[in-house]
């Protein structure tokens, strides 16, 4: 690295009083996805602060930053995503959520003002900064997906980026603590609507009507042996039916009965697989009945798959940077999903968790949830990783 890591850590501790201040700040004042146009102004501010240009505005309200060093033919990108979740805070904080039902319970605060803080840091060496580094503020996470949407604006070009990194709060993992996993990390979604359709009548005469709900109870059951009677009981695969509504009163037999629910698997092809017997079972199910049976699908985000080549480079380096005590390589991935996926796709990306758990505290509450409380410490480990993360990716 062109810095020492003594000088990463003293810069670190520089700037970590206002990006703290940052980051409650935003916690204060949470948007939701495809509305955040105060955090947007608030990031741009910081960046005219900085000299730091940009343009704004991507994908919604989203912000792409480029910090231009001695080189554009190295280069790397920094995501942070910005929205937050429509969860009422419970936390008790001072600088609990002021938007009644909105708060920053997925860290995305957290994540915001790490990479304003490695910004600043950036910005001060940037006569010795060896290459480009592009800085993505992400709008949409948890919703329509503002990944894919700014890398359709070209926020990857001019120059040419290569390689992105970005990090996640881990409640579960102490403060202090990295985690990676080199493969697959996150899952492939896709949900689905079924619509079984029949004939209402009145429920004393049940003989004048199709009774939607037996064969929508039965696709609901057979749903799940497409996993368990298809795929070998090692690949990972989850159908969920979370939603289930039909009829109007009690003595009516209910001629509409409406499903929805989620597909989630790693292997893009196998999601296309599974798909297609969803679609038979539920058109199969409902006509043994002698209904019939709509479905409808729609992709969400891709798996996220870490580069082999970012791994075998980033890891060894942490280690040495955190100490190997502090390092959490995790053996399975989550079937949870992440658009972060998008930056994966074409290029050599690389996602990782830091610890945000109190380890002097028993409590340990989880991501979504409302009184998610992250260590503020684990800024300091965000800002030095990602840094870490940075320099060794443009010297090699």
Do not use: W
């Not at 995501?79 to 609990?96: F, K, M, V």
């Not at 579960?172 to 949900?191: P, Q, R, T």
């Not at 990782?352 to 992250?374: I, K, R, V």
């Amino acid at each position: 690295m062109n810095l020492n890591l003594e000088q990463l850590r003293a810069q670190v501790n520089d700037v970590f009083a206002e990006t703290a201040a940052f980051r409650r700040d935003i916690h204060m004042h949470p948007e939701l996805s495809e509305h955040e146009a105060r955090t947007e102004a608030k990031i741009c501010a910081r960046l005219d602060e900085l000299g730091i240009p940009y343009e704004k505005d991507i994908a919604g309200h989203g912000v792409c930053a480029t910090v231009y060093g001695q080189s554009t033919k190295k280069t790397v990108a920094i995501r942070a995503d910005i929205d937050a979740l429509p969860i009422t805070e419970q936390t008790g904080l001072p600088y609990a959520s002021q938007n009644a039902g909105v708060m920053h319970a997925c860290g995305h605060d957290m994540h915001t003002s790490i990479l304003l803080g490695v910004a600043k840091i950036l910005k001060a060496n940037q006569d010795s900064l060896p290459g480009t580094v592009r800085l993505l503020f992400q709008p949409s996470e948890e919703t329509i997906g503002g990944a894919r949407q700014m890398i359709e604006a070209g926020c990857l070009k001019n120059p040419e980026i290569k390689n992105i990194i970005a990090l996640h709060v881990a409640p579960n993992i102490d403060c202090g603590k990295l985690e990676f996993i080199k493969g697959y990390m996150n899952a492939a979604s896709c949900e689905f609507y079924l619509t079984v359709k029949g004939k209402s009548c009145h429920g004393a005469h049940p003989e004048g009507g199709i009774d939607v709900l037996p064969p929508a109870c039965a696709i609901v059951s057979g749903l799940q042996t497409i996993v368990t009677r298809n795929l070998p009981a090692t690949t990972p695969a989850i159908i969920t039916v979370g939603r289930f509504h039909s009829g109007t009163a009690n003595n009516i037999v209910s001629g509409e009965a409406k499903l929805g629910g989620i597909l989630r698997t790693f292997d893009l092809s196998l999601r296309e697989s599974i798909k297609q017997r969803i679609l038979k079972m539920a058109e199969d199910t409902a006509a043994a009945y002698g209904a019939s049976c709509e479905v409808v699908f729609e992709d969400s985000y891709p798996s996220l798959k870490n580069s082999d080549t970012l791994f075998d480079l980033l890891t060894p380096v942490m280690e040495e940077a955190f100490g190997k005590d502090n390092i959490v390589y995790a053996d399975v991935p989550s079937l949870g999903a992440d658009d972060f996926a998008y930056f994966t796709q074409g290029y050599q990306g690389f996602y990782f968790n830091f610890g945000t758990h109190d380890p002097q505290s028993d409590a340990c509450f989880p991501l979504h949830n409302e009184h998610f409380a992250p260590q503020e410490e684990a800024l300091r480990i965000g800002m030095l990783a990602e840094l870490v993360g940075i320099y060794t990716i443009l010297t090699t």
